[in-house]
């Protein structure tokens, strides 16, 4: 059989391979031109954001003094929005903390304070203040070391120890001192004095000592009041505040005050003194003068000027200006002017005593007073009337003495200079602003020092020896 063989067609097989070659060729060239084409618009691109970006540099260059003004405008109204706010919080935290004091307790700044009529260890001191559902004095602002600086007259513990870790000095409350006022060289543990006491002279005066040495105390505390303020009256931080309507001489305006069962406004903290920008928009009258003692300011109710809000140059006391005034700038600060001056408002102060009433046997105004139905030492008397949740009478008014007129025994009041012969002061710790002494009195005839009424038509005032033995008055707020 024969065999046929087929010789391939050569020509056809070379020209298909010569063309697929042509096609790769053809594919990497214009792989090749789009390479470039897109190396040469990065290449553009890059070389106008080169141009931009220089061009920015110099902008910003130009603009950069104004752009950090504004930025520092900017950072200072947040910051004065910041303290803005921390205002308002504080008002709104305060306004719904009314707090008030016990009786015979000093008030500050919204806290209340009570100094020890003896001595005793730190550790006892501060079971006293415990006992009393306070704590040894925790001094946190320059403002609270000034007024403690005005209710001491020795050696006083306070609520500083380091006796956890030497060294480490803490308050009762478990924080940190953040102002100190230690005195030179101190503290210096001389022989494990863990404790610290203020002197009672002077700036600086903290002192180290051993726990276990006996000084006199304070007692701190805050307290909240769920009183309520009658109609018309505004309530802030446990006080009652209005505005009068008409105008009138400071001392119309303290009258008018007074027959409200208030007293012209002490302003005791830069929160109050905030407030009243809500209260008024006008000049008023607070309740600060210096008619005692050219230069002493002191508020009505006997206490020295610890904060003041005094506007540029004021005081100046322009003709025998006495009298204070709250003005209608923006800060709300304080001008001295003439008390007779009659075109002014004023503002008054209370603690908001919605049920106004006194315990069985108490008589009412505006306080609360029981006369003892016993005789005693002035000591003793204190003693009586403290058990009661009281103290001995302290008479701060011209209508207040008159009210004691219906009394016709002879009576122990809370007055003494027991502390400094001749330095007269009522058992709340003010001075004395008001006096009614009988005829050639005091006269201290051989260690007189505790003061009592006559059975007089005047109820006049008469210093006697503190063993005498008398009744006495008792009096409390409501």
Known sequence: MEEI?????????STNHR??????????LVGILSLCLLGAFLLA?????????????H?????????????????????????????????????????????GWSKFNHRCYLQSERSDSWDAARKNCTDEEADLIVIDSPEEETFLSTIINEETWIGLNDKEQEGTWRWVDGTPPTLMYWASSQPDDGGVEDCAYVRNHGKNSWMDFRCSASFHWICEKTLNCKKTCSGGWSEFNCSCYIRSQSSGSWDAARKDCRDRGADLVVVDSPEEQTFLSTITKKNAWIGLNDKEQEGTWKWVDGTPLTLAYWATTQPDNGGKQDCAYVTNNGRRSWGDSWCLTANRQWICEKTPNPNKTCPVGWSFNHSCYLLSERSGSWDA???????????????????????????????????????QEGMWKWVDGTPLTLTNWGRDQPDNGGEEDCVHLRGDKQKSWNDLWCSSSYQWICEKVP
Not at 7 to 13: A, C, I, L
Not at 19 to 27: H, L
Not at 59 to 82: C, F, G, N, V, Y
């Open 5 to 13: 063989y087929l010789k391939p067609d050569n020509r056809t097989s």
């Open 19 to 28: 063309g697929r070659r042509s096609s790769k060729r053809s594919f990497c």
């Open 45 to 57: 691109r890059l070389i106008t954001f080169g141009i931009s970006y220089h061009n920015c540099l």
């Open 59 to 103: 902008d910003s260059a130009d603009h950069l003094p104004e752009i950090k003004k504004q930025l520092s405008s900017m950072t200072e109204e947040r910051d004065l929005l910041t303290e803005k706010t921390k205002e308002l919080r504080t008002l709104l935290c305060l306004s719904n903390q009314y707090k008030t004091c016990p009786v």
């Open 381 to 419: 008397a204190r003693m009586d009337c403290r058990n009661r949740g009281a103290d001995l009478l302290v008479i701060n008014s011209p209508e207040e003495q008159n009210f004691l007129s219906t009394i016709t025994t002879e009576v122990w009041i809370g007055l003494n200079d027991k502390e």
